[in-house]
């Protein structure tokens, strides 16, 4: 075990004596660049003048009474700055007092022992020589030995019964935690249903976000962007789960400034139109509405969807356009949807590709 | 002699001494800390005095229209908007029309230093005021006396006297998305932006809801009712007085400023900290 000993005192290095002794050394190899070994060893100014070296320490446990008059301070402060209930400004002001005076009271110990350690505590300079990694050939043979032992008193080779059903244990022990995550996914039989429909149905009024008033189409003048959620979202059970799925953006457009694809002529009012706000990509809110241009950009991912194209994509990572709600106007004037989305609002989804066959 | 050598050899070890000092004194002034010090000095004189340069100007006060007035404002738009709006407001190639946009429209755009505009950009910034409060009053009052279109509000909607928590809901459902939901503004797509809503009187930015200036939409009365939008400036005032909870908003713009903060700050103390633990002492 001599060749583990690594702590040596300090010996400047120098490439004539020092590489054959030197314990942890294995090779020196003579390089091109000499080895210019430790600078000689330097005196502090305290070393030099014992006055010099009382001034540090006097200066140290300055910073240690700082630091108990900080420890004090937070105390006070938490007392002379208290929180008042809407109040953000006293909440404000309750933190950084305490927050700045406990950072204080720890900082200048740190500093203190730092500064006490580095300039007064003695500076003797040792050598920690790197010793191999191997072990000698004794060390690795009694390694082995202890294991072959440990192997024959255990019988953890022999008794293949014990040993198998052993590993047969741990393998089962983590099985439990996928049945308790998985309720963490939607807990219906079919989520992929789930996510196919909206609250949105035929007749269902389209209502502000958030007061859910109705919207009458003449209230949507030109350039106007509208939130829109469905009519009883408001008073639904998983208000936020179908808000996540159901929430539309709704834009006037003059009728000459966007095309209408086949199939979809009567998917607009008089050039109101609404698009999914769920972002195709990810399913961020996409309501960044430019009404000059008539861009709808993504706040996440910079996806740009052009409105006067049916949401095209025009820009960034999503793959399709934004799924546009059919909607008119019921007897009494205010929009209403023809039926839910023709397709899944938001991300992709594994069972997403099969809707067309539903 | 010895008293004399004596008396040489203290000289010279005083000179030395002395000599010692200088030197440590200059060694201190060439530490990196006052480099640092005097960087945070100069940037923080530049800071204060471009601030008390900034100062915005007062907001304006109604005055009533007349038909002095449209015929004052009518002399203005020939002379400055009609290059780009038409003399009949009709529009051109360089202008939209104006038709129809009404007097507040007119009081954001010109009372906010947008127009007249400074060159075709993107989007018209923020500069200074060109037209004095009674000379835009008057070209409001010339443009709205031509069609009909919204009217400057009035005071009582302006007053920062409403719901504050409704006003702040609104804010997150209709504008926080593009103007941060602290106000603090945000980009847009190919050079345009959002504008910081900190500086923005109660006027204009009740004005601006109404009209959809540029490519923001438009907030008609039908979608935000005009207690929404008192609400919503409440809001908007009460975040500009109320110091943030959460201590330097750094400019409110989310992980960007604090990242840049923290990458900065928070870690350059780190690097000077390990530095120092591992320097020697002198």
């Known amino acids: ?358 | 002699m010895p008293t004399a050598r004596n008396a040489d050899a203290r000289r010279i070890r005083r000179a030395a001494s002395a000599k010692g000092r200088t030197a440590r004194v200059k060694r201190g002034r060439r530490s990196p800390l006052a480099t640092v010090a005097l960087l945070a000095i100069g940037l923080m004189f530049t800071g204060g005095a471009y601030a008390l340069f900034s100062a915005s100007p007062s907001d304006n006060g109604a005055v009533a229209a007349s038909q002095e007035n449209v015929e004052r404002g009518q002399k203005l738009f020939a002379a400055n908007c009609a290059t780009c709006h038409g003399l009949a407001l009709e529009g051109t190639e360089a202008g939209p029309t104006l038709l129809g946009v009404g007097a507040a429209s007119v009081d954001f755009q010109v009372g906010t230093g947008r127009m007249p505009l400074m060159n075709q950009s993107p989007q018209a910034p923020v500069k200074p005021v060109q037209f004095t409060e009674e000379d835009t009053q008057a070209l409001a009052d010339y443009v709205a006396s031509l069609a009909p279109g919204p009217a400057i509000p009035s005071a009582e909607y302006l007053q920062a006297d409403g719901d504050a928590t409704h006003g702040a809901e609104l804010f997150r459902i209709n504008c926080a998305m593009c103007h941060n939901v602290a106000g603090a503004g945000g980009a847009l797509t190919e050079g345009k932006y959002a504008p910081e809503l900190h500086e923005v009187t109660p006027q204009h930015i009740y004005e601006a809801m109404l009209t959809g200036p540029q490519n923001m939409p438009v907030f008609n009365d039908a979608n935000i009712t005009p207690e929404d939008k008192r609400d919503i400036i409440t809001s908007l005032v009460y975040m500009r007085e109320n110091p943030s909870p959460g201590g330097f908003e750094l400019g409110s713009l989310g992980p960007v400023a604090e990242g840049l903060f923290a990458w900065v700050f928070g870690i350059g103390a780190l690097v000077a900290l390990a530095v120092w633990l591992t320097a020697r002492s002198n």
């Open chain 1, 1 to 358: 075990m001599a060749n583990d000993k690594g702590a040596g005192d300090l010996v400047p290095v120098d490439p004539e004596h020092s590489a054959p002794t030197s314990a942890g050394t294995a090779v020196v190899h003579r390089d091109a660049v000499q080895n210019p070994g430790l600078p000689p060893h330097r005196l502090r100014v305290g070393d030099l003048d014992p006055k010099k070296a009382d001034r540090t320490e006097r200066g140290i446990s300055i910073l240690f009474y700082i630091s108990i008059v900080a420890s004090i301070g937070a105390i006070v402060s938490y007392f002379a700055f208290p929180i008042i209930p809407d109040n953000p400004a006293s909440v404000r002001l309750n933190t950084l007092f305490l927050g700045a005076s406990i950072a204080l009271a720890l900082l200048t110990i740190g500093i203190g022992v730092v500064h006490w350690g580095k300039a007064l505590m003695h500076d003797h300079e040792g050598v920690d020589v790197r010793h191999p990694v191997r072990g000698s050939d004794e060390t690795r043979a009694r390694a082995v030995e202890i294991f072959d032992q440990a192997n024959k008193e255990s019988g953890f080779g022999r008794r293949a019964l014990l040993r198998n059903s052993l590993i047969g244990a741990f393998v089962a022990f983590p099985l439990p935690a996928i049945f308790l995550f998985r309720d963490l996914a939607p807990t219906s039989d079919d989520p992929a249903a789930e996510l196919r429909h909206t609250m949105w149905d035929k007749g269902v009024r389209l209502t502000r976000d958030p007061d859910g008033a109705p919207i009458k189409a003449s209230d949507v003048t030109l350039g106007s962007a509208f939130h829109v959620i469905p009519e009883g979202l408001n008073e639904s059970e998983h208000k936020l789960e179908e808000k996540a799925k159901a929430a539309v953006l709704l834009m006037r457009l003059k009728p000459s400034d966007f095309n209408v694809s086949p199939g979809r002529e009567d998917w607009n009012y008089d050039g109101i139109v609404a698009y999914s706000k769920i972002c195709t990509h990810v399913g961020c809110p996409v309501a960044l509405y430019e009404q000059q241009t008539h861009h709808l950009l993504c706040p996440c991912h910079q996806s740009q969807f052009d409105i006067k194209n049916e949401a095209e994509v025009i820009f960034g990572p999503a793959k399709r356009p934004l799924p546009q709600l059919p909607i008119t106007v019921d007897a009494e004037g205010y929009l209403v949807a023809r039926s839910d989305f023709t397709e899944p609002v938001g991300p992709s989804f594994w069972e997403r590709g099969d809707y067309d066959n539903n």
